[in-house]
Each structure stands twice: as structure tokens, then as C-alpha cells.
């Protein structure tokens, strides 16, 4: 049953400290007394998560009071905007007050997409410390469990390109509503030259105007920083008894975020789903990584995300505790609960020019004789970022090209006698060297066909700091499910960066986020393989 909508009443909510935050509110016309669903977010309150998910209307439409709020110091909401240092607070002040909206039955649910993700772990991380009343259920749409290791940085590194784009966007909008419009101009022209200059981790106009952003805290990577504003440390230690529907993409920069909070909540005891579709963060869609991956993946989950709070707060059948998406056979796979594969791996071989032609390397069942291939990083003409997560373009696209590279070692395996479906967590264990003090290593999964085009599936980056201990260098790439066809091959493709999406390791010692264009050095990466050292690729398969 559906339900007339009203037109959105705007309110303002006082929080302790006096500070009125601006919500719209939706209600279903003749529903009597139903939950509330409550969205907090930085962007304006208009947008609501439209980029994914639909209006607020819709969801009001399906019997619950929406509201959208604006976050302390954006949209319309009074206060100052500091990046989640008070969403915990005012999140559990505002769940309070929606609990006392005319025609709400006492139960609050949040829902909502990314930082809109956030803000609902850090709500309900309020209301435990303060002891005022919880969510009745979360749907967390694409979202960090740990600031740090699930969003700002990864395998150790910062995450250079994304997180100068999103930093230049939030910034430019604290200058627009100070009413600064020379700094709000600088910074929208800004995004044109990212990662350029002398110092490509620095941007001169977010120094220009460090009053409006948060990016030099990002670069200088203080765990207190990270602890205050992370759900994982606010939460740590506590029994999370609470239902949550956690929603990834396996193109999602976040995933490893969704994971590890649907696993935190799952143990809590409560009623836990997982949803996970090929969708990049965003846009979603069936072609939102390249190649078309049918209906199922355009469908969206606004239907799942009702479905869940129907059943959870309003008693109707539940749905599937885990869907995943295969890649393979284009279609949403449902288990009772995540399933665990069976390990296996492939060992790298080749006889010593893997870097120089994509027809020396191997990936073999076996370790085989000891070998070693070298590989030379030239900061002149780094080897790209391309494809998935991070990738320009991002994506499931054709790496083949990148593959000729003469600074990319590729190991391929043997056609497929069998269908193979893999899914679960994705390593590299590569024993590697370098001549220098310190070196990054980015790991890529593709899928090689027929004629020659290899699909890139899964892929990761890990930076290797001075003095690190000896042992192979594991590089973990993000989760997947794909059943790849018979024939096929799977192949593993190592380098030593992948600019602009991280920055480039000069080298020396000195973290990257501090160096210059002029400091990095050219870099030679010793790739061992076989008897005693048996660098391998390590996948989770489906029986």
C-alpha cells in the first residue's frame, strides 16, 4: 500500500548548545502513527541521497515520516561545520526530537549514502554515550567503518586524486556559505589542477584557505584525528544489538568499509542484511563500470532498503541475508549468510621478462625454479592508475594496453578447464625488493578472453616504508564475486605506482604526502618467484 505525500515542512531542531539545525519533513497522508526515517547530511538537504537513491517522497510514500536534516553548520542549519566532530552529538539530539514529531509511533530509523552513512554510526554512537534513545534499524548505503583505512587512505597510502576532489568541493562550499565568494571561485576553479604543481599532495588554494578545509589534517595522518571521528574506535568494544542492512558496490572505494561494519553488527545478534552490486560509488547503474550487467543491476536498492525496515519495524517476511553480485553470470546471488570459499592460489613464473612483454609471465599451479624479474619505475612516466576503484577511467575496462607497459610485470595463467567463481577476499604475497629505501606496489586481477582483452576485477595498492620487515609484501586487493568462464585466464599485474591515483613514492624514505615532484628517484623493484621465495596470488573460490 502506497500513500499521498505532503508538501515537505521545514523545522528547525535546537541542539544543546543552541544551535538550530533545518530538516524538511515528509509525512504519508492517512498512515496514523508510523517510524521515522531520518537522513543527516553536509550537501543541502534537497539532495537527500538522490544521486542513488530515491526522492524522500517515495520513500514517505511507503508509510513512513521522512526527514532530511542539514548537518550543523551546512544547508541552513546554524553552527559551525567541523568534518564529523559533532555528528555524534547532534545526531543523537536530533533522533531524540524526531522521536516526538507528530504522528512518528516512537521509533526512529536513519538511512542514507556515504557521508549520509557516517553520520548515522556517529548518531547512534551519540545516543550510547549519552544514553538517550537509539535508531530502531540503520540502512547504510556505501559507507566507512574506519575513516582512515576505508576512505582517506589505502594499504598505507593516501588516496591522492579523490581526496583532493572531494576536499576542493567541500571546501569551496563552507566558502560559499561564509559568504566568501573570491575563495568559493579559487576553489572551483581549483578542480582542473589537481594533483599538478611542484608539490602534487599540496594544492595552493587549499592552503590559500585552510580555514574551509579539512585536507591538511588528512595529510598529516594523526591517529587521534582518525579515532575521534571513526565509528569502528567510537564503537569499540560495545555489542552493536541493533538491525542494519549495509549496501556495497564491488567498485566502491568503502567496500571494505561495508564489510567489516555488516560483520561488526552481524555479531551483535540482530537481524543484519548484506547487499553488494557492481556499482561504483557512484553512479549507479547497469553500466556504471563499462560493460552492460544487465536489469538486475539497474533496478537500484530502494525497494531492498523499504523491504528491510518493513520487516524489521513493521513485521513482514525478510529477505535474503546476503546478495552478491556475480560479475559472471550478471545477476544477484542470495545466501544465508556470507559465504566463506575455499582458498587457492597461483604462483608467479616467468624466465625473467614479465616487465617487458605480457607473454613471459606466468601463473602456475606450483612453485616452480627460483627466478627473478625486475621492474624500473621511471617518476617521469609512471605507470597509470586504470580501471576499478581508483582508476582513471574507472571501471571494468580493457587493460590490455597498460599491460604492454614495459614498467607493468604481468603473470598470466593457463586457460580455465572449468567454470571458476570467485569470490571473498582477493591477495597478492609477492616477495620484492627495491633500491631504494622505500617503494609502493599496486596489484591488479583481470580476466584475459580470446582475444587478447584483459578485464580488470579486482585491484589494490600498499606503500613499503623504510625499514619495513623483511617478508613478502601483501597487497590486499578489494573483494569481488565473478564467475569466470572456462577458457578464460585470470592475470596478475604488478607495478610500482598508479598516479594520480595515489601519490608518487619518491623513493628516500620521506612519506610521499611530503615530498616533491624533484625528490622522487627512478626505482627498481626485484620481483622473486619459485623455489624459496614463491610469490603467489591468493583468492577465495566457490565450490
Known sequence: MTYAVSEPETIAIAMPDGARLVADVYRPVGAGRVPVLLMRQPYGRKIASTVVLAHPVWYAAHGYIVMVQDVRGRGDSEGEFRLLVDDAADGAATLAAAADLAGCDGRVATYGFSYQGITQYLAFAGARAARTIEPAAMAVVMAPWDIRNHWAYEGGAFRLQGGQMWAVQMAAENARLAGDTAAHHALRSA??????????ARLDVLDAYPQYSHYA????????YWAARSPSALLAG?????????????????????FAAYQAFRAGGQPSRLKVGPWPHLPWGRRAGGPDMGAAAGAGIDIDIVGFFDHVLKGAEPTAAVELFDLGTRRFVAFDRLPEGREASLFLASNGRAAPTVTDGELVPEPGGAGTDRLVSDPWRPAPGFGLTLG??????DRAAVD???DVAVYTGAPLAADLTISGPIRAEIHVTSDRPSFDLAATLSVVADDGSAMALAGGFTRVPAGATAGPVVVDLNRTMMTVAAGKRLRLSLAAAAWPAFMLNPGTGVRPEEATFADAQ????????????PSRLVFACLE
Open 191 to 200: 578542480l582542473g589542477r589537481l594533483c599538478g604543481g611542484f608539490h602534487p
Open 238 to 258: 560495545q555489542r552493536l544489538e541493533l538491525p542494519t542492512f549495509h549496501v556495497g558496490g564491488w567498485l566502491d572505494i568503502m567496500l571494505d568499509g561495508t
Open 217 to 224: 589534517d588528512w595529510l598529516a595522518d594523526d591517529p587521534t
Open 392 to 397: 582513471t577511467p574507472g571501471g571494468y575496462v
Open 404 to 406: 604492454d607497459r614495459g
Open 522 to 533: 627512478v626505482t627498481t623493484l626485484a620481483i622473486r618467484h619459485g623455489a624459496g621465495a
